[in-house]
């Protein structure tokens, strides 16, 4: 029991674990953002597995053909806004199953990168190094004890992540945008008869929700390895979709989830590297399932009921 | 009308193999090819037998575990050999071989008992244990690391032998190198491999074996990352390529070679039910040459392991394979 305790306190004693939360939570936090944008709208968005795939591939294309990391950026919000655009599309202007059309984008995505994979660099599974976004390094502060290692060298996706944050909290909360946001999500005709163009509001909050969709699939890719693999995102999307559900679709929220999970991914990791706990193997691959046994006692105790937007998931057809 | 299109097809397919050369599938698993891991090294050994043999080849992708059986029995109805590789397989190829015993199957990393399926295992562990104990030696903090994808006996002899390698060391050399080691519950998630690898790292290793499959390629980023002092152990294929100076070597089994046997093994009649396993004796594992970093050893080190590797030959070292079998294994006293 002992060697227990004194791994856990290893573990939350070590800057690692606190910089791997902040690299692990990244990605989801964007693409949870994007969730949050297209859904206080009212349009339901699963599509941002296959979002963030394709902002993944796109970084890595254009990174790989202009040599420089930053083009490859605007290329994968690109490809992410474009998808977006497609989902917005079919659900707003004719009406499609949301989820439907979200299933069709996700696997649009695998089938496009695929593809284009062999297509582009000759083999399929995975891509030729390329160059990745550099990291903010804050040079003498990466001394500083404890925070230095933290703090010192992360990439700028991590600042974008919470700079994400306050833009969507400011920008729903606190705008005329925002407030219109909502309305059309909770109560389109209501919207409507006062004036505001719902269909208008609605690609709105879609395409926005490709764009920061798509960062968090890019940082993925160009951010954190330089390089793409088929089907990379490994289910991200949908765990940001279930951040954004217990973070009750509100910014803040959506963001604290996104920290939990990236927080028990990252315990995970670092407690299975304790050698004072000799674990057999069998007991490390339970450590996997910590991430979800924490969402599970988090949801079921500390969450109330989360509440979504009325009109989330309805097409609006105007009378 | 679509069945009767199919069987047409089909046997169009059929009738123009009539009289050519063999016809041989290769269904891969869900890493796919490009996994620059055994897929991609399976497929190599179809060319190699296209080349010398001048045979027809084709590979069938399969992108989950669902697709097994479909893949299979497709590639079964139209082919003269299957190649199926990747233990997640087994089930599938028992169940579509007996349905096809004019079609001959050859396995990889998994045994079907079926008068028609070859299947070729290896000694991952031996190929393993070489690398641990080059971890051990070159590790200069005392600390090394091992990545799993999913525990399944490959990946597991991977480890364990890796383990004995290490234990090896320091029993021959007074030594107290340590091993972390974590599961990361996939094969196919590069950045989750890149963040167990830099857990370890800070928990003090400075050299990490990634056993992992396209995993694996997020811990030979980690090593990059952390900069010189820090390296990356490849799998499967020779991967020092991948980040030069950063992947001290590669444990390596030969499922090229394996498969081009297999192969050659249906075209001069030699085919034959049962599973074959490849050592470190007949080169069907072993670790990489080691191209970019071979000047970082020391020549001790290198006929240490040359000696490591003729006692594992003679059967002097009995390398093991699983968590039992390394919680009773001896090291015997080597003399360099």
Do not use: C
Not at chain 1, 220 to 242: H, K, P, V, Y
Not at chain 2, 109 to 130: C, I, R
Request: net charge negative.
């Amino acid at each position: 029991m002992n060697e227990w305790i004194q791994a856990i306190l290893n573990v939350f004693t070590n800057p690692t674990f606190y910089k791997s939360t902040l690299t692990q939570s990244t990605p989801l936090i964007l693409a949870a953002m994007g969730g949050v944008f297209s859904e206080t709208t009212g349009v339901t968005n699963i599509a941002l597995e296959g979002i963030m795939l394709m902002g993944a591939f796109g970084g890595v294309m254009g990174s790989y053909f202009t040599g420089n990391p930053w083009y490859g950026l605007a290329l994968g919000t690109f490809f992410g806004l474009a998808m977006a655009a497609l989902h917005a599309w079919a659900s707003i202007k004719y009406g499609a199953d949301q989820i439907i059309s979200g299933t069709a984008l996700i696997l649009l995505a695998q089938g496009i990168t695929g593809f284009a994979l062999v297509e582009l660099f000759g083999q399929p599974g995975s891509t030729d190094l390329v160059r990745s976004i550099p990291l903010v390094d804050l040079g003498s502060f990466k001394d500083v004890p404890f925070f230095g290692p933290i703090f010192g060298n992360l990439s700028p996706f991590v600042y974008m992540a919470f700079a994400s944050v306050i833009f969507g909290w400011i920008l729903i909360y606190k705008t005329k945008l925002g407030l219109r946001m909502r309305s059309v999500g909770n109560n389109p005709e209501a919207a409507d008869t006062l004036g505001i163009n719902v269909y208008n509001v609605r690609y709105f909050g879609v395409i926005m929700s490709g764009l920061f969709a798509a960062l968090g699939g890019a940082y993925l890719s160009i951010g954190e390895l330089g390089q793409f693999t088929t089907n990379m995102t490994n289910g991200r999307g949908f765990i940001a979709l279930a951040a954004m559900i217990i973070g009750n679709w509100n910014p803040v929220g959506a963001m604290s989830a996104s920290l939990l999970f990236g927080a028990a991914t990252a315990f995970n990791n670092q407690l299975q590297s304790q050698s004072i706990l000799n674990l057999s193997t069998n007991t490390q691959y339970i450590f996997g399932m910590i991430p979800y046994i924490i969402t599970l006692i988090v949801v079921a105790g500390f969450i109330g009921k989360s509440r979504a937007p009325s009109a989330d998931g309805i097409p609006y057809i105007k009378e | 009308m679509r069945k009767f299109l199919i069987a047409f097809l089909v046997s169009i397919l059929a009738l123009a193999t009539v009289g050519l050369p063999l016809t041989v599938f290769f269904v891969t698993d869900t890493g796919g090819l490009g996994d620059k891991s055994f897929n991609d090294s399976a497929w190599a050994g179809v060319q190699m037998a296209v080349q010398k043999y001048g045979i027809t080849a084709n590979v069938i992708q399969s992108y989950e575990q669902a697709d097994y059986v479909p893949n299979l029995t497709a590639a079964a109805q139209v082919a003269d050999v299957v190649v199926a590789v990747g233990f997640m397989m087994q089930d599938a190829v028992a169940k579509v071989a007996p349905q096809f015993p004019n079609v001959k199957f050859i396995t990889i990393d998994f045994s079907v008992d079926a008068p028609n399926v070859e299947s070729f295992l290896f000694s991952e562990n031996q190929g393993a244990y070489l690398a641990g104990y080059l971890a051990a030696a070159m590790s200069k903090t005392g600390k090394v690391g091992f990545v799993g994808g999913i525990p399944i006996p490959p990946v597991e002899r991977y480890q364990y032998g890796y383990e004995a390698g290490i234990q090896t060391y320091n029993v021959l050399n007074g030594a107290n190198v340590q091993v972390l080691s974590g599961y990361v519950g996939s094969f196919d998630d590069p950045a989750a491999g890149k963040a167990m690898t830099n857990s370890q790292f800070s928990e003090g290793a400075d050299i990490v074996f990634a056993a992992a499959g396209l995993s694996g390629l997020g811990t030979i980023e980690a090593a990059k990352d952390a900069g010189p002092g820090h390296f990356a152990i490849g799998v499967d294929q020779d991967q020092d390529y991948l980040a030069p100076g950063y992947v001290l070597t590669s444990a390596m089994k030969r499922v090229d070679v394996a498969v081009f046997d297999g192969i050659k093994s249906v075209i001069d009649g030699t085919f034959k039910a049962g599973t074959v396993t490849l050592t470190l004796k007949d080169n069907g594992v072993g670790i990489s040459p080691m191209t970019y970093t071979k000047q970082l050893v020391p020549a001790s080190v290198m006929h240490q392991l040359d000696v490591l590797k003729q006692a594992v030959i003679s059967g002097q070292i009995v390398v093991p394979a699983t968590e039992k079998e390394l919680q009773s294994f001896q090291v015997p006293p080597i003399q360099f």
